[in-house]
């Protein structure tokens, strides 16, 4: 079983709509937890830390639930260039390595 | 600000030959990881650096190999390339107890 899982969609949503993924990790020493942008054929691009409290970033809020091992992704207003993938990341405690999601992949329709 | 910097960009190989990579993390970052992304998959973990020692490995093949200099730049070394090494390489650099990793450009290597 995958460290982190993600559903890989595609969403395809219209210009302004809401947005949620979620993303579910096994281990519950999971200790750091981020989210990245990809784009086509680029590196990833962090976008923002999840922290206990949550936070927000604009239209991007990030939720962490470690009861039931899952963090979430919230991005309000959809632009155009939101148009990505995106990647759940976790960070072990005991381990110095970052395991990634399959990625969801958002596509905002003009 | 400085960012992560990957040479080269891009690599062109043929089967059986050996290729170097280089990284050069953000300045201050003493931490370096590699991973290694193939064509619509996410990311798969090779390798890491701390402080120029290795500190956690992954699904690295026993024909590559890799360090972290005194300057804390790190080279993945890769011999007997086969075609399935094709892929997109990424570095990324972190400080430890800051944690956020910040990824480079790639290095996008295609075997032939």
């Known amino acids: 079983r995958k460290e982190v899982e993600q559903d890989p969609g595609p969403f395809n949503v219209p210009e302004g709509a809401t947005v949620a993924f979620n993303c579910t990790y096994s281990?519950?020493?999971?200790?750091?937890f981020f989210w990245y942008r990809q784009d086509c054929r680029k590196e990833p691009k962090l976008l923002m830390s999840v922290y206990s409290s949550g936070n927000e970033d604009g239209r991007f809020t990030a939720q962490l639930n470690r009861a039931s091992q899952y963090i979430s992704l919230l991005i309000r207003d959809s632009k155009l260039s939101d148009s990505a993938t995106y990647l759940c990341v976790v960070n072990l405690e005991t381990r110095n390595q970052f395991y990634f999601g399959t990625g969801t992949s958002l596509t905002v329709i003009p | 600000a400085a960012g992560v910097i990957q040479s080269p960009r891009h690599l062109i190989k043929e089967k059986r030959e050996t290729a170097t990579l280089k990284c050069y993390p953000i300045?201050?970052?003493?931490?370096v990881y590699w991973y290694q992304q193939g064509p619509g998959q996410d990311p798969q973990f090779l390798i890491s650096?701390?402080?120029?020692?290795?500190?956690d490995k992954g699904s690295i093949p026993d024909r590559f190999s890799a360090q972290q200099f005194s300057d804390y730049h790190s080279e993945l070394n890769m011999s007997s390339l086969e075609l399935g090494d094709s892929a997109l390489y990424f570095c990324a650099s972190s400080r430890e107890g800051t944690g956020d990793p910040y990824f480079g450009p790639g290095t996008r290597l295609t075997v032939l």
């Open positions: 281990n519950s020493a999971s200790q750091s």
């Open positions: 650096f701390y402080e120029k020692m290795q500190s």
């Open positions: 300045p201050r970052h003493d931490t």
